[in-house]
């Protein structure tokens, strides 16, 4: 299940920002001995491959901290963020790793199952960051979007190393992404009730 783990790790990671898990993966394998690609993913480790992930991170970094643009770039992610998230999980659940150490046993008759399930898992991450980022800027008048967007930056690295060197601990990151989840659908809901019965209410 440790495979299962740091692909799904991986893949939410990649439904935050679409870079950040392949960026960790390309440099600890190129840089360390924490993980090793299957031999069809060794392009991720590729100097050019790096330097294109890292200023195609530059980039979404920037555009996703400005207002309006941020929403943009939600759109365009759409479908930047599952294709990352689907070879995220592809790469991370077929790849040897600190702790999995025979990573072909999970997916070896089916190799797109790891594909299709970082895809799905990384397009809910996504929907509910793009769903959440619109309540922050109204709520805030724009000024929460790059705070939001650095927390979430941050969340991206720190679910990619867990995946990699502590994919059980990739629970307690799915369960902290869950109850956002959960508290931003009832804020909405909230904001719902209270504009259709039109009484004020003072705290966004």
Not at 56 to 67: C, G, N, S
Not at 102 to 131: M, N, R
Not at 173 to 185: E, I, R, S
Request: charged share 10%; hydrophobic share 55%; with cysteine.
């Amino acid at each position: 299940m440790l495979e299962a783990l740091t692909g799904t790790g991986l893949a939410a990671s990649a439904g935050l920002n679409a870079y950040i898990p392949l960026l960790v993966m390309g440099l600890l394998a190129r840089f360390s001995d924490l993980i090793e690609l299957p031999s069809g993913w060794t392009w991720l480790s590729n100097g050019w491959t790096l330097a294109i992930l890292g200023v195609l991170l530059l980039v979404e970094v920037v555009a996703d901290k400005v207002p309006v643009v941020d929403h943009v770039n939600d759109v365009v992610q759409t479908v930047v963020r599952p294709t990352a998230g689907g070879l995220a999980f592809g790469a991370g659940s077929s790849a040897e790793t600190v702790t999995v150490s025979d990573p072909g046993s999970f997916f070896s008759s089916h190799q797109w199952v790891p594909v299709a399930a970082g895809v799905l898992i990384a397009l809910c991450v996504h929907g509910f960051k793009a769903a959440a980022r619109p309540v922050v800027n109204v709520g805030t008048g724009g000024l929460g979007a790059p705070v939001a967007s650095t927390v979430e930056d941050i969340g991206s690295v720190l679910m990619s190393l867990l995946a990699v060197l502590m994919p059980v601990l990739v629970l307690v990151g799915l369960a902290l992404l869950g109850w956002a989840a959960v508290a931003l659908v009832r804020r909405r809901r909230r904001k719902r009730a209270l504009a259709a019965s039109g009484a004020p209410h003072l705290f966004g």
